[in-house]
């Protein structure tokens, strides 16, 4: 199960960070990540984090703007979004597999598991 939170509205510019909770065993080959949806649009992964080891992955577009992390302990993962515009708003799905190979972190139909998803809003 997932439990994302942090979406809203924010102005161009502005930053935003989501979290999500992870409940049930996050070990092995356990990855968490972001994908977003606008409508009219195809969904696209944002981000991901692979637990064991802490790889990541990136869509090539949003490097350097968005910073994905992880808590082991909380087994929570966050999406630090700086600088946004427009065209991030969407909706942020958090995102899960307990068997993600580094190869397919970039692919959103990979994740198994799916939370619910944040809102958000960016105005210009």
């Known amino acids: 199960q997932l439990q994302a939170s942090g979406g809203g509205l924010v102005q161009a510019g502005d930053s935003l960070r989501l979290s999500c909770a992870a409940s049930?065993?996050?070990?092995?080959?356990?990855?968490m990540g972001w994908v977003r949806q606008t409508p009219g649009k195809e969904r696209e992964i944002v981000a991901a984090?692979?637990?064991?080891?802490?790889?990541?992955y990136y869509a090539d577009s949003l490097k350097g703007r968005f910073t994905i992390s992880r808590d082991s302990a909380k087994k929570t993962v966050y999406l630090q979004m700086n600088n946004l515009g427009p065209e991030d708003t969407a909706v942020y799905y958090c995102?899960?597999?307990?068997?993600?190979?580094?190869?397919?972190?970039?692919?959103?139909?990979?994740?198994?598991?799916w939370g619910q998803g944040t809102l958000v809003t960016v105005s210009s």
């Open positions: 049930g065993r996050t070990d092995g080959s356990y990855a």
């Open positions: 984090i692979r637990w064991r080891g802490g790889s990541t």
């Open positions: 995102v899960a597999d307990n068997a993600m190979i580094l190869s397919s972190m970039g692919t959103w139909s990979m994740y198994k598991f």
